[in-house]
């Protein structure tokens, strides 16, 4: 068993950058946090890194839409690399803005030649950003970061994280390849209801299609998610440890250990 | 050519802008059901082709699957083409030289596609539907756009090119200030906004017939910005004569002898304990956190600004005070900020408005929304604060913002040395924010919109962590001996500072501009933001540049700090300046004032008339009130989790929305040590009595520390003090009056002020009025605790029933002021009083049992006493509460009448078990709704009663209750006789005071402001 290398990538504006790396690390991950400056004035850095996590903030401010900038520049200068990066069986995961960076970059979902995009994430239909926290569960076995994982709970802290696909022949493919592989689900009741069913305002906190959370491709390699799950990896982060709930390392850790375990 | 892209929402997507602008026109009673729709744009000028920015609008601009764009040279019919039921056209745009943030980064982000724009700029445009004129410039005006930063243009754009501002010819500017008489020169201070007194202005005149020449103006105005209230806090660092019931007492610094005396005595007195490390020397109050860290902490102000600009005041209020403690010692990393805000009512008639005046609900969601986008692009958390409301704040509306940072022991201090050079780092300067720090000594009016509007800033996040990112790093290389924020007075303020005790030489052509036209003198003081300055040793310029350039942050070298003693700028080689640091920084007349403050005497406020003892609409009044009512909207909207050291949350409870007492945060996430987060204010005491409104505050923001587990004996204040205009010998004498408070209050308890800022002249005068409306007295006391362990800490939901209530302190007949006053509409009272000594064993007290994990939950009681702190622990835990307030620890004495009567019926009905205040009729009410200090609501389980009695000894205390399964809130009052209303028979009987679902009164506390 080798210890993985993950690169935390930073633009102007990361911010969740260092505590996405602690996770990392406390999964058993080596990380180093690096400027796309670096990665774009020396391309075969990317061959050092087994994971790649893009993590979550306000990339170049999120001027013009959420993540669009930082995606512009990736499918501009580094989709060849990216391409590679996952045709080599290493991961990618997007948290938050990490999450829309990959998305609209086409990273993560591929753009139709003539459709465009086959989906983004838009603004929350409360028109605003909302710190709160959800209760996800997972869908199938797609994703490698998810397995073994059914259930989550983890804070989103977004205004623009809202799913939606260009038309409903899109969704319906993806979700029946499981790749709508994270999904709102009910605080109370409804816990049996089934995955597709609606979530309403708040436990669906940004009115996303079929309550979806988190996507990932066809490989289950790569994996983007609107929830922080590096803020839930301790049990004083749970916001009702003081009522005694929550456990050890958080809902959160489980997706860092998975990572790392399978590039070991 | 100039092109514009609209861009819409896609069909069957929401219009988010046009519904909220619908909504908007709704609530301020313009239109009902008023149709709008809404775009956003870009317009690009460039030489480019359709495909061009076909291209650009599809793939950046625009989100393709949500959105759908319109793309054509500005002036095409295509742009013009109005959606059903529209009929007019409206164009709001930045104002040109205003910051316009995300053009800045679409123009970069042009540059991606390998296409050069010459300017970008973003609009938003409006198709509204039927509307006459007079509510379509209302709209235009009130919801649309703010005159201060934006132009609306109704119908088509009338310009085809974007001016980018004109080149700047040099001239040399002098003022004959030598020959002017005294009107003269006042008229100078008020037209040339210097906002300097005549004796300054003569001082200043006498300085320069000295030296036998006129000064120029940028001479002139670096003095006038650090002699502003603003900077030097002349008024209350000043000389003051001050009057009250036990004489008269001369300060020769006010501050320095209150405020600050308080901390040397504490420093004192700890001796080899003492923790704090640098206390009102630099931008921020450092104290001792850890073997390897140092926190500081500053709260600043930003009102005036904000009544103006609301989102972009805000949005610069929070920037500024970031870079405070980055710019502290050799530069902290922020870790969580504050803020607390006081406007009017959002339910005052948009009718009823002054002219010049912002409707407080707009000002409210600008000022929210200016801190939310600011705070979290920066990846700070927004942990703690308050919102107060009051009438008063109308015209001039308070806007705290504060933040903490984490620095490394041995980067705590700087030492800038003569040679290095001085650098400017971050963003470009503009014309925006110039006059900024002697506008904030200005009262406002209804003119001050167009008379300051060059004050007004917008902030851009980005740029200063941009700057953050690469701080941290040269920090940690050593790149540089000191740091310094440019804030108010912009470089005036920033390199004069840090030259004060060498001398400093700047060449202000190399200072890098955002447009052409800028003159010497307004490179000089402009206070554009996110602009830091640095003192580098030349050999280490190389390595800071090329760090900078790396993250594609400027860095420019702008002058030098050379041993003269000498503050001279320069223009492409011409001296335009020549000032001596002493006397910029020394020769500032004293500010003699009197101040005077007469305490009132306390009148007796009327108790209710209660026949039939039910106070649950009372209660559901207050927790329905605006400044006890949940603040969940505001909350939510902040990152308070990012950086992962969130662990006591500002909403807490079975459902993530009780309101906590205060936050914790863990600033190095390898570790469990916390930092407590809490605040006090009190402006509704201050009316009757400014002496223990401070105290008050005081013991408020402790106690709330206390409450969540911090230890009272590691707990730093600072004091922000925002008054009326202080040239009023009883304005000044009520803030003198409450400066001593904190003085007292500091000693008695051991919490050392380690920072502090004042905002005075916070008045509004309405167009004709000739009177101001001053705001009431507003002192913000904040606090940082520090815990050793978070898994230790407590919150105020109730866990379990079965468990008990304790109440820890005694209530008094303490109801001036109080919540329960201002909802009834009743006047005078005692306002709260605060034993300092019992508090200061009270909170150690307390501070064991919760070390000890004797309390299962607490709360403290503020706002609405006991019942209020009741309710609240009660619906956030989702338990019920049972609570009888025959058991209540009070000292509360029954008038005479009272007490000669409960001793008739005694002797009448012997076997009756009275309460000693059975007869006295406001006693329930002062048990429920009294807001007596140093009180809180424990829950103790039966097995730790007797371990949290005894740790609880020698303080007032008593077991008043119990947690429920019923669902509901019942408070039991006293045993007394009770008239029944029909047949007025007497009988003796324990009456049900509160009786509520939890479900109720969590919803009339939630409503008021879930927007």
């Known amino acids: 068993m080798s210890t993985p290398n993950v690169l935390i990538l930073r633009a102007p504006g990361t911010n969740c950058d260092q505590e996405t790396a602690y996770a990392f690390e406390q999964a058993g991950g080596k990380t180093e946090i690096l400027h796309i400056n670096r990665l774009l004035e020396n391309l075969s850095l990317f061959g050092r890194f087994q994971i790649l996590c893009i993590p979550g903030g306000f990339s170049y401010g999120d001027d013009v839409g959420a993540g669009r900038i930082l995606a512009n520049q990736i499918a501009h200068h580094l989709a060849e690399q990216l391409t590679e990066f996952k045709a080599a069986g290493k991961l990618i995961l997007g948290i938050c803005n990490g999450f829309q960076v990959l998305l609209k970059s086409g990273i993560l979902l591929e753009n139709d030649a003539q459709a465009g995009p086959a989906a983004t994430l838009t603004w929350n239909d409360s028109g605003r950003f909302e710190d709160r926290w959800v209760k996800l569960g997972v869908d199938g076995a797609a994703s490698v970061f998810l397995a073994g994982i059914e259930s989550m709970y983890l804070p989103i802290a977004h205004a623009e994280g809202k799913f939606v696909a260009r038309d409903d022949a899109v969704l319906g493919r993806l979700g029946s390849a499981g790749q709508l592989a994270l999904r709102y689900r009910p605080l109370h009741d409804g816990a049996d209801q089934p995955l597709d069913a609606s979530v309403p ?47 050890e390392h958080g809902d959160g850790l489980k997706m860092f250990q998975n990572a790392v375990k399978y590039s070991s | 050519m100039l092109w514009e892209v609209d861009i819409y929402p896609a069909d069957g997507q929401p219009d988010l802008i046009g519904q909220q602008t619908a909504a908007d026109a709704a609530d301020l009673g313009l239109a009902e059901d008023l149709a709008v729709t809404a775009a956003r744009g870009y317009l690009v000028q460039a030489e480019l082709n359709s495909e061009q920015v076909g291209r650009i609008a599809a793939e950046l601009l625009a989100d393709a699957v949500v959105e759908r764009t319109v793309v054509a040279p500005v002036g095409d019919v295509a742009l013009i083409q109005p959606p059903a039921g529209a009929e007019h056209l409206v164009y709001v745009l930045p104002k040109p030289g205003v910051m316009d943030p995300v053009a800045m980064s679409a123009k970069q982000a042009i540059a991606d596609f390998g296409i050069e724009a010459d300017e970008v700029r973003t609009f938003k445009k409006y198709w509204i539907g039927n509307l006459d004129g007079k509510r379509l410039g209302a709209l235009c005006s009130r919801i649309l756009a703010n005159d201060a930063i934006e132009q609306v243009i109704v119908g088509p754009l009338p310009f085809d090119r974007l001016e980018v501002g004109s080149p700047y010819v040099f001239q040399l500017v002098t003022v004959p200030i030598r020959e002017m008489d005294d009107e003269a020169l006042s008229n100078l201070s008020v037209k040339g906004q210097l906002f ?12 320069f017939r000295s030296l036998d020449r006129d000064p120029t103006d940028v001479e002139l105005e670096t003095i006038a910005q650090t002699w502003s209230e603003h900077c030097s806090h002349k008024t209350l660092a000043g000389r003051i004569r001050y009057q009250d019931e036990h004489g008269e007492r001369h300060f020769k610094n006010m501050l320095k002898e209150t405020i600050f005396a308080a901390t040397m005595k504490i420093r004192a007195d700890a001796g080899d304990k003492d923790w704090c490390v640098s206390v009102f020397a630099d931008n921020a109050g450092v104290v001792r956190f850890d073997d390897d860290y140092n926190v500081v902490f500053k709260v600043e102000t930003h009102n005036h600004p904000s009544a103006l600009e609301p989102y972009g005041g805000a949005n610069t209020g929070i920037g500024g005070v970031i870079r405070d403690p980055m710019g502290t010692g050799m530069g902290a990393k922020p870790v969580c900020n504050t803020d607390v805000f006081c406007f009017a009512p959002p339910d005052t008639p948009a009718d009823e408005l002054p002219p010049g005046v912002l409707h407080p609900r707009r000002v409210m969601k600008g000022v929210v929304s200016g801190v939310r986008d600011y705070g979290n692009r920066m990846g700070i958390p927004t942990v703690s604060g308050a919102v107060y409301f009051d009438p008063r704040y109308l015209g001039n509306p308070l806007v705290y913002c504060g933040n903490v940072g984490l620095i490394p022991v041995d980067q705590s201090f700087k030492h800038p040395q003569p040679g290095d050079l001085a650098v400017a780092v971050g963003g470009r300067t503009g014309r925006d924010g110039i006059h900024g720090a002697t506008f904030s000594s200005a009262e406002l009016t209804s003119e001050s919109e167009t008379l300051s509007g060059g004050a007004v800033q917008i902030g851009n996040a980005i740029t200063e962590k941009m700057v953050l990112d690469v701080l941290m790093v040269a920090r940690d290389r ?32 190399t200072v890098p501009l955002k447009y052409d036209g800028l003159s010497y003198t307004e490179i ?63 020769g500032r007349p004293p500010v003699v004032r009197d101040a005077v403050y007469a305490r009132r005497p306390v009148l007796k406020l009327s108790p209710l008339d209660k026949i039939d003892w039910d106070y649950t609409d009372e209660l559901k009044d207050i927790l329905g009130s605006l400044n ?175 468990n008990l209530l304790y109440q820890v302190g005694a209530t008094r007949n303490e109801m001036g002021g109080s919540h329960f006053a201002q909802v009834l509409g009743l006047e005078g009272g005692q306002v709260p009083k605060v034993d300092a000594p019992l508090a200061k064993q009270t909170f150690a007290a307390l501070h064991k049992a919760i070390d000890s994990g004797l309390v299962r939950a607490c709360h403290d009681l503020s706002e609405g006493g006991l019942a209020v702190a009741a309710a609240e622990m009660a619906f956030a835990g989702g338990w019920g509460a049972r609570v009888m307030l025959a058991q209540v620890p009070h000292e509360i004495e029954a008038d005479e009448a009272a007490k ?15 309460h000693p205040l059975a007869l006295y009729p406001p006693a329930t009410s002062i048990l429920l709704f009294s807001e007596s200090n140093t009180r809180f609501l424990c829950e103790v389980t039966q097995q730790n009663a007797a371990a949290f009695e005894a740790a609880m000894s020698g303080v007032p205390c008593a077991m008043i209750g119990e947690v429920t399964d019923t669902g509901k809130l019942e408070i039991i009052g006293l045993t007394q006789p009770i008239a029944d209303a029909e047949s007025n028979a007497v009988e003796i009987g324990t009456p049900v005071v509160v009786e509520a679902e939890l479900g109720e009164l969590k919803e009339v506390w939630q409503k008021p402001l879930d927007w």
């Not at chain 2, 310094?484 to 052509?509: H, P």
């Not at chain 2, 580098?536 to 790396?550: G, I, M, N």
Request: hydrophobic share 40%; charged share 25%.
């Open chain 2, 478 to 509: 050593g790149l540089y001996n000191a740091v310094t924020d440019c804030g108010a007075g912009g470089f005036s303020s920033a390199v004069g500072e840090m030259g004060e005790k060498i001398g400093a030489e700047v060449n202000l052509e």
């Open chain 2, 196 to 207: 300097l007194s005549r004796v300054e202005m003569q001082t200043i005149q006498a300085h």
């Open chain 2, 628 to 802: 006890v009512a949940s603040k969940h909207w505001v909350i939510r909207q902040y990152d308070h989790e990012v950086q992962g050291g969130s662990a006591i949350k500002p909403l807490v409870g079975a459902e993530n929305d009780g309101p906590g007492d205060a936050s914790v945060v863990r600033p190095r996430i390898d570790s469990r040590r916390g930092l407590v987060i809490a605040c006090g204010m009190n402006p509704c005491y201050g009316d009757l009595d400014t002496y223990w409104m401070a105290a008050s505050a005081i013991d408020e923001a402790v106690r709330n520390c206390v409450a969540v587990g911090a230890d009272p004996t590691k707990i730093a204040i600072l004091d922000n003090f925002c008054w009326g205009t202080t040239d009023r010998p009883e304005t000044l004498g009520s803030l003198v009056c409450s400066a001593l408070a904190c003085y007292d209050m500091a000693v008695e308890l051991g919490t050392p002020f380690i920072s502090g800022k004042d905002s005075l002249n916070n008045e509004f005068r309405p167009e004709g009025a000739d009177e101001a409306i001053s705001i009431p007295p507003s002192l913000l006391i904040s606090a940082m605790g520090q815990v050793e362990d978070v898994s230790r800490c407590v919150t105020m939901d109730l866990k379990a029933p079965g």
């Open chain 2, 524 to 586: 000089w003081i402009s206070e554009a933001q996110e602009r830091m300055v640095l003192a580098v040793p030349e050999d280490k310029w190389d390595e800071l540049k090329a760090l900078c350039d790396s993250e594609g942050v400027e860095a420019t070298v702008i002058g030098r700090y050379v041993p003269t003693g000498r503050l001279v700028l320069k223009y492409h080689g011409t001296q335009v300046a020549d000032l001596s640091m002493e006397f910029l920084h020394d």
């Open chain 2, 900 to 914: 000669q009567r409960r001793a008739e019926l005694s002797l009448s009905m012997p076997d009756e078990p009275l």
């Open chain 1, 201 to 247: 305002f708040p436990d669906n906190p940004n009115g996303s299609v079929l309550n979806v959370a988190g996507v990932c491709d066809a490989s289950g390699r790569v994996l983007g998610l609107m929830p922080h799950p590096e803020r839930h990896i301790d049990r004083t982060q749970h916001p009702r440890w003081t009522r005694g709930e929550g456990s």
